[in-house]
Antibody, heavy 120, light 109 residues
Framework: QVQLVESGGGVVQPGRSLRLSCGAS????????FHWVRRAPGKGLEWVAV????????YYADSVKGRFTVSRDNSKNTLYLQMNSLRVEDTAVYYC?????????????WGQGSLVTVSS | EIVLTQSPATLSLSPGERATLSCRAS??????LAWYQQKPGQAPRLLIY???NRATGTPARFSGSGSGTDFTLTISSLEPEDFAVYYC???????????FGQGTKLEIK
């Protein structure tokens, strides 16, 4: 069955960096696009980034553009989110999600989430 | 940028009742709309895609309808496990941009 498992979350000071990972199993990782989606405390879901199946196309929400980088290693079935210049408002549970449909427009499987807390 | 507005923010109903959740887009999005369910401490789950298609494993009591700017998620007869937060979501054309509504909390009355 499809499984996505995030790791790498934790507590970090403002301005510092953190890298999240998302390991995949149960399907052919290299044929799917993937997203990162977050949910801040008391808020709704916010899309963060998407990466195409081959890594050649990547798009970001305006709120993270220039600070976050999504990447993947198809040989390791792993998705990454490098988060630099973190801000207090980046505090959230971060989910990786598999994309489906045109432009990977829907999120058909999700990981359990990884909590990132940005605080001094 | 397309904005999705969900209503109501909170819906209080009893098991067995019918639930109707609304999602309105700020401009036409055709049928490119999905619905997700999220329970406390859990990841979201895809329920409906392309406005009216049930995802694998979605019970038949869940149905989606609408096109253009107005969409509805209907739960025909509420089960105890249906009380959760529901989000609508759309994908933009190009460059890809994916937007969620602010959510509707379905709570037990």
């Amino acid at each position: 069955q499809v499984q996505l498992v995030e790791s790498g979350g934790g507590v970090v000071q403002p301005g510092r960096s953190l890298r999240l990972s998302c390991g995949a199993s149960g399907f052919t990782f290299s044929t799917y696009g993937f997203h990162w989606v977050r949910r801040a405390p008391g808020k709704g879901l916010e899309w963060v980034a998407v990466i195409w199946y081959d890594g050649n196309n990547r798009y970001y929400a305006d709120s993270v553009k220039g600070r976050f980088t999504v990447s993947r290693d198809n040989s390791k079935n792993t998705l990454y989110l490098q988060m630099n210049s973190l801000r207090v408002e980046d505090t959230a549970v971060y989910y990786c999600a598999r994309g489906s449909g045109i432009n990977y427009g829907y999120f058909d499987h999700w990981g359990q989430g990884s909590l990132v807390t940005v605080s001094s | 940028e397309i904005v999705l507005t969900q209503s109501p923010a909170t819906l209080s109903l009893s098991p067995g009742e019918r639930a109707t959740l609304s999602c309105r887009a700020s401009q036409s999005i055709g049928s490119y709309l999905a619905w997700y369910q999220q329970k406390p401490g859990q990841a979201p789950r895809l329920l409906i895609y392309d406005a009216s298609n049930r995802a694998t494993g979605t019970p038949a009591r869940f149905s989606g309808s609408g096109s253009g700017t107005d969409f509805t998620l209907t739960i025909s007869s509420l089960e105890p496990e249906d009380f959760a937060v529901y989000y609508c979501q759309q994908r933009g054309d190009w460059p890809p941009m994916y937007t969620f509504g602010q959510g509707t909390k379905l709570e037990i009355k």
